[in-house]
């Protein structure tokens, strides 16, 4: 079986090739399965999801499309050494781009130390978002547990166009590219960080977000815009920030918790002050992404990209026009409350990184968020300072975190304080 990639499809598979934008998951385990029962596992998730079954190919016009293959995921053990291995580990895996021509189009990392475990899933990201991560997850812990995964067949993995409700398919390409498969490009060894914040403040940050009249989502991106603040940047310069939105609730989808690339790209932009105050900020990134109707910028950029991917000549000018057109400052990509158990048999999840991408050249500083079990999780991906030594780069990422917890902190703090003043 197999099927030509959709223009978002199309578009993430190509970018690709010049700037790898791999991503993954990882999730931290308490509970003893071993390699060879989490083998098994993978291969019955593979035959649940068609999209964990496929390589890339190209026609003879350059257009490429989906192949299905029976080829296994791989699957590589590490000997857990600490609780920061995972990161170590997965900052080499990342610079390792995943090749499109060869099925399939992820690859697991279990790190395993009696008890302990974090199980690293590294996917292509044109056969998943980061939610396809979260799903994968959870499908592997059930299937630790016991649960059996029935095959599905490929015509359930839709595009995003394909999924959009009452949009009839456009005409197919006709023209041949001339400059399309640029030479393999090797990204960066990203810089990764974590930290999972607690219990009691995480309910505050929930709290004081409606209190102010704006999201979490907001709160967050305020704390590290202004955290951009407190470094090398001209603040005279208007900073734009990147949110991907989830698009599976307008989409009609057969598998609606199926792996696939089910996203949109916001934009905000912010002219801030080192001491612009905290909570307007988060209101403006709230009040910018509500003025955006999901439905209706899927159709548009469908009506854009679509004739754009089908009939593109020019790889790397599209590429380039694409990439001016992302650049920022600061990425936040939320996944929100994730809602699955976290207790699967003997097997428990303590917590979810989602998603790492493999760089941040494009999209500046990027911070996945995702909250388990009533506490939220973020994690940093930094590109590395060109031409400063790696520690030191290591140490500026090091510091942007904290600057942005700190100022998360700060702010819940100031509204307890005056609420008891």
Known sequence: MERYLGAFEHLYWLYNQFYSIDFATVAKLQGQFSCKQL?????????????????????????????????????????????????????????????????????????????????????????????????LVRDILQGLKGKIFERSDFSAALSLES???????????????????????????????????SLELTQQLIQHSR???????????????????QQDVKLSDVMRCSHPVNARSQLFLPMPDAVGLYVCLRMTTHSLEADSAFWDVARSVK?????????????EERQLRQPMM?????????????????????????????????????????????????????????????????RLALTLSSTPLIDVDRAQSDRAATAFLSAGVKLLELAVVQEVASEVA
């Open 39 to 135: 083998s098994t596992v993978l291969r019955q998730v593979q035959q649940h999801h068609p999209l964990l079954r496929v390589r890339i190919a190209t026609d003879a016009i350059g257009q490429p499309k989906f192949v299905e293959t029976d080829d296994e995921i791989p699957l590589r053990l590490v000997a857990r050494k600490d609780d920061r291995h995972w990161q170590a580990e997965l900052e080499v895996e990342l610079a390792r781009s995943l090749d499109w021509q060869v099925a399939p189009l992820l690859r697991v990392v279990l790190l395993q130390s009696g008890a302990e475990s974090e199980l690293m899933i590294i996917c292509h990201h044109a056969i998943a978002d980061g939610l396809s991560g979260v799903y």
């Open 287 to 299: 009040s910018q992404l509500s003025q955006i109707d999901t439905a209706q910028q899927l159709v």
């Open 211 to 229: 209190a102010e009249h704006t999201t979490v989502h907001g709160a967050i991106s305020a704390a590290f815009l202004l955290a951009l603040t």
């Open 310 to 374: 089908a009939n593109l000549t020019d790889a790397t000018a599209f590429v380039e026009e694409v990439r001016s057109q992302y650049l920022c400052q600061l990425t936040v990509t939320n996944l929100g409350r994730i809602d699955m158990a976290q207790q699967y048999g003997n097997i428990r999840i303590e917590a979810l990184h989602v998603p790492i991408p493999a760089s941040g050249v494009d999209l500046g500083q990027i911070v996945g968020v995702a909250t388990l079990g009533d």
């Open 163 to 197: 999924a959009i409700p009452g949009i009839a398919p456009l005409k197919e390409a006709t023209v041949k590219p001339k400059d399309y498969l640029p030479p393999p490009s090797r990204p960066p060894q990203p810089h990764i960080h974590t930290v999972v914040l």
